[in-house]
């Protein structure tokens, strides 16, 4: 028997697609103030595809899966051309009318683009984008180095710090390698690197916070690799991914290595290394350095009985990027083992996988979650049976898109959303990528009603 | 009144480290030697579901060093006079220099394997259906083997550039052991500093640089390429820190037997004063030089693997080199004699009590609860 649902699909080509939100079960709930509620539906529209044309003439070939937008009405995704060059790209939409009309494209860096400072680029290692429509990426170049590039106000890309810059404390330089990169109002960035201290001869990493984007006495090292491990025993050994929010906030993706593990080591003579740093999500703030606390940890580090007893403190690797949004609320997933993976958020679990999902399929895989910028909570989960985008309010869980949806007037096979952190704006409006039944990849924007 | 006709004294002439003294010698060696080691590791393994794609990644290293060293080599003319129980000597022409020979070896290997879940249609008559299914995306296996001093020498040298320490050198030699690809050393040197220093020749060399080989890397270079339309980075690379603090003071001058001791340096000379009379015609010039070392060598190697704001995996290991090489430190001052025949400028041995075999000094290390809160 057709349902309603069926009804509104086979309208959605004309419409773009209506996707009525399918509501799950409580995920929790959290005491306080009511939940958000969550939009009754989305319309959703393919508004770039492979085939089309980019700026510059080239035709867009791929697009893996990178899409981002602020609250500028800026799209940007990261696809690949007929010539097999990668790089990022900017469209400007409106999103006032029945449907996103594009009303200006641009690229903003690619492979073979020549920078300001002579360089050229040869990978576009990370990148991010803040509501200012600055643009900041790990910019690996053709001279074998890498380095953090700034593009404020579509001026172009500046370099604020590469190989051998001075650090913002004056005392040691930037080595080679940049990892992680997070831009945040003003301009803000917060940023994974490699660094050589003047005083010490074992290079470190560090994570740094540059206010404005710009290495300078105001900027300073907020963690690095030799510190201790908050509220556990140990130190801290490597960083991953990291998220900058309002006031400071950010959350961290790192590894460390218990006291225990490094004196056995210090012992040992010959033999192999082998010891694995345990991951861990630390949470903080650039204001304040001695605010750090875990969110979560692996098992083979000892944390600190109140750190361990704290609601929504979870163990197991944390492999996937964290997010952060309002009031420092953290968003994660805990791998407790390969195949068994738990999303918390705001201190509470919020799924996991074997679990069912809103149209009632198991779940056995999610992706890193987005936060909405009022608090609701974005993830994509494959159960046995397809994909759902599913959204979160603290209290309960609806799907928004899911597989055989059809968009534009085209089924969708497969889609990836949660690659990056800024895919959701201060409207609700998301952006993600998608596979078609017509055998085109596109950028999809989902409008909620 | 004693003449002392101009008299070299020197480890080697020319001033060559591997010739010198140790500068962590025990009680009775000196000879700087050579010392060899190997190592290995994994830096991770890796078996992870990402939404679609399912990613297998296992890296490991072994590494092959050989070191000479740390050593210094010291060379100076001495010429003056001995009068009324003191003496006094010009010096000229010196040099000091000191630090290491290394030769490192790295074989790196990597297993990256990532898979994709796609819809298929499956036939099934009434049940046909579609259904997500894992096809290989790409299988990637380099290994390689490389002198990696040799890889990194152009950042390093650019490194040294930048922080303008013009006196602080790397340059390849020949190799200390066979087995190695290549040595290359890092020292400092530096000439006519005795007297301008006060009696004290100091060098410092330095350096401390993490480095990414994965774009310098043919075979690695290619797995970043594979990696590149999912916006996907693989950096590997190292982190090297050495740091060799060496001061020597020349503390004691004798000519045959008598001793000059209180030693002062004023106005390019050096002058002192003995208790016993002066010789009549002394036949060898002795000096006694003090060095005062420091020592830090460390050796990082990182892995870091991460597919855009998704997932990430990092490791990092530090390998103690100098326990690993049987070099021990043992901070402290330590007294080496140098002498030569009154009006020779020839330097044909060490005179320095040379031993076979590499010496070891112990070394203590903090243990962690020291440092924990």
């Given at each position: 028997?057709?349902?309603?649902?069926?009804?509104?699909?086979?309208?959605?080509?004309?419409?773009?697609?209506?996707?009525?939100?399918?509501?799950?079960?409580?995920?929790?709930?959290?005491?306080?103030s009511?939940?958000?509620?969550?939009?009754?539906?989305?319309?959703?529209?393919?508004?770039?595809?492979?085939?089309?044309?980019?700026?510059?003439g080239?035709?867009?070939?791929?697009?893996?899966?990178?899409?981002?937008?602020?609250?500028?009405?800026?799209?940007?995704?990261?696809?690949?051309?007929?010539?097999e060059?990668?790089?990022?790209y900017?469209?400007?939409?409106?999103?006032?009318?029945?449907?996103?009309?594009?009303l200006?494209?641009?690229?903003?860096?690619?492979?073979?683009?020549?920078?300001?400072?002579?360089?050229?680029?040869?990978?576009?290692?990370?990148?991010?984008?803040?509501?200012?429509?600055?643009?900041?990426?790990?910019?690996?170049?053709?001279?074998?180095?890498?380095?953090?590039?700034?593009?404020?106000?579509?001026?172009?890309?500046?370099?604020?710090?590469?190989?051998?810059t001075?650090?913002?404390?004056?005392?040691?330089?930037?080595?080679?390698?940049?990892?992680?990169?997070?831009?945040?109002?003003?301009?803000?960035?917060?940023?994974?690197?490699?660094?050589?201290?003047?005083?010490?001869?074992?290079?470190?990493q560090?994570?740094?916070?540059?206010?404005?984007?710009?290495?300078?006495?105001?900027?300073?090292?907020?963690?690095?690799?030799?510190?201790?491990?908050?509220?556990?025993?140990?130190f801290?050994?490597?960083?991953?991914?990291?998220?900058?929010?309002?006031?400071?906030?950010?959350?961290?993706?790192?590894?460390g290595?218990?006291?225990?593990?490094?004196?056995?080591?210090?012992?040992?003579?010959?033999?192999?290394?082998?010891?694995?740093?345990?991951?861990?999500?630390?949470?903080?703030?650039?204001k304040?350095?001695?605010?750090?606390?875990?969110?979560?940890?692996?098992?083979?580090?000892?944390?600190?009985?109140?750190?361990?007893?704290?609601?929504?403190?979870?163990?197991?690797?944390?492999?996937?990027?964290?997010?952060?949004?309002?009031?420092?609320?953290?968003?994660?997933i805990?791998?407790?083992?390969?195949t068994?993976?738990?999303l918390?958020?705001?201190?509470?679990?919020?799924?996991?996988?074997?679990?069912?999902?809103?149209?009632?399929?198991?779940?056995?895989?999610?992706?890193?979650?987005?936060?909405?910028?009022?608090?609701?909570?974005?993830?994509?989960?494959?159960?046995?049976?397809?994909?759902e985008?599913?959204?979160?309010?603290?209290?309960?869980?609806?799907?928004?898109?899911?597989?055989?949806?059809?968009?534009?007037?085209?089924?969708?096979?497969?889609f990836?959303?949660?690659?990056?952190?800024?895919?959701?704006?201060s409207?609700?409006?998301?952006?993600?990528?998608?596979?078609?039944?017509?055998?085109?990849?596109?950028?999809?924007?989902?409008?909620?009603? | 009144?004693?003449?002392?006709?101009?008299?070299?004294?020197?480890t080697?002439?020319?001033?060559?480290?591997?010739k010198?003294?140790?500068?962590?010698?025990?009680?009775?060696?000196s000879?700087?030697?050579?010392?060899?080691?190997?190592?290995?590791?994994?830096?991770?393994?890796t078996?992870?579901?990402?939404?679609?794609?399912?990613?297998?990644?296992?890296?490991?290293?072994?590494?092959?060093?050989?070191?000479?060293?740390?050593?210094?080599?010291?060379?100076?003319?001495?010429?003056?006079?001995?009068?009324?129980?003191?003496?006094?000597?010009?010096?000229?022409?010196?040099?000091?220099?000191?630090?290491?020979?290394?030769?490192?070896?790295?074989?790196?290997?990597?297993?990256?394997?990532?898979d994709?879940?796609?819809?298929?249609?499956?036939?099934?008559?009434?049940?046909?259906?579609?259904?997500?299914?894992?096809?290989?995306?790409?299988?990637?296996?380099?290994?390689?083997?490389?002198?990696?001093?040799?890889?990194?020498?152009?950042?390093?040298?650019?490194?040294?550039?930048?922080q303008?320490?013009?006196?602080?050198?790397?340059?390849?030699?020949?190799?200390?052991?066979?087995?190695?690809?290549?040595?290359?050393?890092?020292?400092?040197?530096?000439?006519?500093?005795?007297?301008?220093n006060?009696?004290?020749?100091?060098?410092?060399?330095?350096?401390?640089?993490?480095?990414?080989?994965?774009s310098?890397?043919?075979?690695?270079?290619?797995?970043?390429?594979a990696?590149?339309?999912?916006?996907?980075?693989?950096?590997?690379?190292?982190?090297?820190?050495?740091?060799?603090?060496?001061t020597?003071?020349?503390?004691?001058?004798?000519?045959?037997?008598?001793?000059?001791?209180?030693?002062?340096?004023?106005?390019?000379?050096?002058?002192?004063?003995?208790?016993g009379?002066?010789?009549?015609?002394?036949?060898?010039?002795?000096?006694e030089?003090?060095?005062?070392?420091?020592?830090?060598?460390?050796?990082?190697?990182?892995?870091?693997?991460?597919?855009?704001?998704?997932?990430?995996?990092?490791?990092?290991e530090?390998?103690?080199?100098?326990?690993?090489?049987g070099?021990?430190?043992?901070?402290?001052?330590?007294?080496?004699?140098?002498?030569?025949?009154?009006?020779?400028?020839?330097?044909?041995?060490?005179?320095?009590g040379?031993?076979?075999?590499?010496?070891?000094?112990?070394?203590?290390?903090?243990?962690?609860?020291?440092?924990?809160?």
């Open positions: 028997m057709a349902t309603r649902r069926d009804f509104i699909k086979g309208l959605g080509g004309a419409l773009g697609a209506v996707v009525l939100t399918s509501s799950c079960g409580s995920g929790g709930g959290t005491a306080g009511p939940p958000v509620p969550i939009p009754n539906g989305y319309r959703f529209f393919r508004i770039i595809s492979s085939g089309d044309s980019l700026p510059g080239n035709t867009l070939a791929a697009i893996p899966g990178v899409a981002m937008l602020n609250d500028r009405s800026e799209v940007y995704f990261y696809g690949s051309d007929q010539t060059a990668n790089g990022f900017e469209l400007l939409m409106d999103f006032s009318g029945s449907r996103p009309t594009l200006q494209q641009r690229r903003v860096v690619r492979e073979g683009d020549r920078l300001r400072d002579s360089k050229t680029v040869s990978q576009i290692q990370m990148a991010d984008v803040n509501n200012r429509g600055s643009f900041a990426a790990i910019l690996h170049t053709d001279d074998n180095l890498s380095g953090l590039y700034l593009e404020r106000e579509k001026q172009g890309f500046e370099p604020i710090a590469g190989y051998l001075k650090l913002p404390d004056g005392k040691g330089r930037f080595g080679a390698i940049f990892g992680d990169v997070d831009i945040h109002t003003n301009d803000d960035i917060l940023m994974v690197a490699h660094f050589a201290p003047h005083d010490s001869v074992q290079g470190q560090g994570l740094f916070h540059l206010p404005g984007g710009e290495v300078s006495q105001k900027g300073r090292i907020v963690a690095s690799t030799t510190d201790l491990i908050p509220e556990a025993g140990g801290l050994t490597g960083m991953g991914l990291v998220d900058l929010h309002d006031d400071g906030n950010f959350v961290l993706q790192a590894y290595t218990s006291s225990e593990n490094i004196f056995r080591k210090q012992l040992e003579k010959g033999g192999a290394l082998n010891g694995r740093a345990g991951s861990m999500l630390i949470n903080g703030s650039v304040d350095p001695f605010s750090k606390v875990l969110g979560s940890a692996s098992s083979s580090l000892k944390v600190r009985k109140t750190a361990a007893a704290r609601t929504g403190f979870s163990v197991g690797e944390l492999k996937y990027g964290p997010r952060i949004g309002g009031k420092n609320n953290a968003a994660f805990t791998h407790v083992n390969e068994h993976l738990v918390y958020y705001n201190s509470r679990q919020v799924v996991s996988t074997g679990a069912r999902s809103p149209l009632g399929e198991v779940i056995t895989s999610f992706s890193a979650p987005v936060v909405g910028s009022d608090g609701l909570l974005y993830y994509q989960v494959v159960t046995d049976k397809g994909l985008l599913i959204v979160y309010n603290g209290k309960d869980s609806k799907t928004i898109l899911s597989k055989d949806d059809t968009v534009d007037g085209s089924v969708l096979r497969s990836f959303f949660g690659l990056m952190t800024e895919q959701v704006d409207s609700g409006r998301v952006v993600l990528t998608g596979d078609f039944e017509d055998g085109r990849s596109s950028l999809i924007v989902g409008i909620p009603i | 009144m004693t003449q002392i006709s101009k008299t070299r004294i020197a080697s002439d020319p001033v060559n480290i591997c010198g003294l140790a500068l962590f010698p025990q009680i009775g060696t000879r700087a030697g050579v010392s060899v080691s190997s190592n290995s590791g994994n830096l991770f393994n078996n992870d579901t990402l939404l679609l794609w399912r990613l297998s990644a296992n890296a490991g290293f072994e590494i092959f060093m050989g070191v000479c060293g740390p050593a210094y080599g010291v060379r100076m003319d001495l010429e003056g006079k001995a009068e009324n129980r003191t003496i006094e000597l010009t010096v000229s022409n010196d040099e000091l220099a000191a630090g290491f020979f290394i030769g490192c070896n790295v074989r790196l290997y990597f297993n990256i394997i990532l994709e879940n796609t819809p298929h249609w499956v036939w099934d008559g009434w049940n046909s259906h579609l259904e997500l299914q894992w096809e290989r995306l790409a299988v990637l296996r380099p290994e390689i083997r490389v002198d990696m001093i040799d890889l990194i020498l152009t950042v390093i040298r650019l490194a040294l550039d930048e303008g320490s013009k006196d602080t050198l790397l340059q390849k030699a020949n190799s200390i052991t066979p087995a190695l690809l290549g040595t290359w050393g890092l020292y400092d040197d530096r000439a006519n500093t005795f007297v301008s006060g009696g004290k020749m100091i060098v410092k060399p330095t350096f401390n640089i993490p480095i990414d080989i994965v310098r890397v043919p075979a690695l270079n290619a797995v970043n390429e990696l590149k339309p999912f916006f996907c980075r693989f950096s590997a690379g190292f982190q090297i820190g050495v740091q060799i603090p060496v020597v003071e020349m503390k004691k001058v004798k000519l045959d037997t008598t001793e000059y001791t209180g030693l002062a340096f004023k106005d390019g000379k050096v002058s002192g004063t003995s208790t009379n002066d010789p009549d015609s002394p036949r060898e010039i002795k000096v030089l003090d060095h005062t070392p420091g020592f830090d060598l460390t050796l990082g190697v990182f892995a870091n693997l991460n597919l855009c704001k998704l997932f990430n995996i990092n490791a990092s530090f390998i103690p080199v100098l326990s690993q090489l070099i021990k430190v043992k901070l402290g001052t330590y007294p080496n004699e140098l002498s030569n025949t009154i009006g020779s400028t020839n330097i044909t041995a060490c005179g320095c040379q031993e076979d075999g590499a010496a070891l000094v112990d070394v203590i290390f903090e243990k962690p609860e020291g440092l924990a809160i």
